[in-house]
């Protein structure tokens, strides 16, 4: 259940009942063969899923991140880091100001990390409010899936080639990873990593990424219900 598909008497309703509501972070960056929106789409699409079981809702998704290492990339769109540090917080005071107390933050980029310190100065300073942090790549969770079938996650490989993030054909086979030198500005990352792919399977059998989406909204829908009223 998404702000979107609700008016404001609709949130004032629901705010009777229940203070959860699901925040996600995204980007718009290259990703390869990959949607350049895969940052977003992915932790919407284990947002969407966590709502039908639990109706928790989910607030308007963040479309773009800090992504200063790929603007050499057309279609990347790219925050400074502090305005995106700007933006999230004032999201998050805005919810908390309707009477949102439970604020799950689904982080679909790496970029985004910094935020994190922003919201422990916020959770200091808000009485009553509580933030948790999702980042589903980083989900001990998964740990398992990679270890059992011999899998390396990273950016624009087989991690995240979900059907809905997928708008062109993959190439077959792996990508040897490329030799990174240390921080790499936009056009030395470009000359560094060719088509985006940071290397690995392009894609992998669809059961194992069946396996993945599942353990995450696991993962998020447990984070949920330990907030429950």
Same mark, same amino acid.
């Given at each position: 259940?998404?702000? =979107?598909?609700?008016?404001?008497?609709?949130?004032?309703?629901?705010?009777?009942?229940?203070?959860?509501?699901?925040? /996600?972070?995204?980007?718009?960056?290259?990703?390869?063969?990959?949607?350049?929106?895969?940052? /977003?789409?992915?932790?919407?699409?284990?947002?969407?899923?966590?709502?039908?079981?639990?109706?928790?809702?989910?607030?308007?998704?963040?479309?773009?991140?800090?992504?200063?290492?790929?603007?050499?990339?057309?279609?990347?769109?790219?925050?400074?880091?502090?305005?995106?540090?700007? /933006?999230?917080?004032? /999201?998050?005071?805005?919810?908390?100001?309707?009477?949102?107390?439970?604020?799950?933050?689904?982080?679909?980029?790496?970029?985004?990390?910094?935020?994190?310190?922003?919201?422990?100065?916020?959770? =200091?300073?808000?009485?009553?409010?509580?933030?948790?942090?999702?980042?589903?790549?980083? =989900?001990?969770?998964?740990?398992?899936?990679?270890?059992?079938?011999?899998?390396?996650?990273?950016?624009?490989?087989?991690?995240?080639?979900?059907?809905?993030?997928?708008?062109?054909?993959?190439?077959?086979?792996?990508?040897?990873?490329?030799?990174?030198?240390?921080?790499?500005?936009?056009?030395?990352?470009?000359?560094?990593?060719?088509?985006?792919?940071?290397?690995?399977?392009?894609?992998?059998?669809?059961?194992?990424?069946?396996?993945?989406?599942?353990?995450?909204?696991?993962?998020?829908?447990?984070?949920?219900?330990?907030?429950?009223?």
């Amino acid at each position: 259940m998404r702000f =979107s598909d609700l008016n404001w008497m609709d949130i004032e309703t629901y705010l009777e009942h229940d203070d959860r509501v699901m925040l /996600v972070l995204g980007a718009c960056e290259q990703h390869g063969y990959l949607s350049l929106l895969t940052d /977003v789409k992915i932790p919407l699409a284990l947002a969407d899923a966590a709502s039908q079981r639990t109706g928790v809702l989910v607030a308007p998704p963040l479309n773009f991140g800090a992504s200063p290492y790929f603007l050499a990339y057309p279609g990347t769109i790219s925050l400074r880091v502090a305005t995106l540090l700007d /933006v999230v917080e004032d /999201v998050v005071r805005s919810l908390y100001g309707h009477g949102f107390r439970n604020i799950l933050v689904l982080n679909g980029h790496g970029g985004n990390q910094p935020v994190k310190g922003r919201l422990y100065e916020i959770a =200091s300073e808000l009485p009553d409010l509580r933030l948790a942090w999702y980042a589903w790549w980083d =989900s001990h969770t998964l740990e398992p899936i990679f270890l059992k079938h011999g899998l390396k996650p990273a950016h624009a490989n087989w991690l995240e080639a979900f059907d809905f993030t997928r708008v062109a054909d993959l190439p077959e086979g792996e990508k040897t990873p490329p030799h990174v030198p240390g921080l790499l500005g936009a056009e030395e990352a470009r000359q560094v990593y060719g088509d985006g792919s940071f290397g690995g399977p392009y894609a992998v059998d669809s059961a194992i990424m069946d396996g993945i989406f599942n353990a995450c909204v696991g993962d998020v829908v447990g984070m949920l219900e330990e907030w429950k009223r």
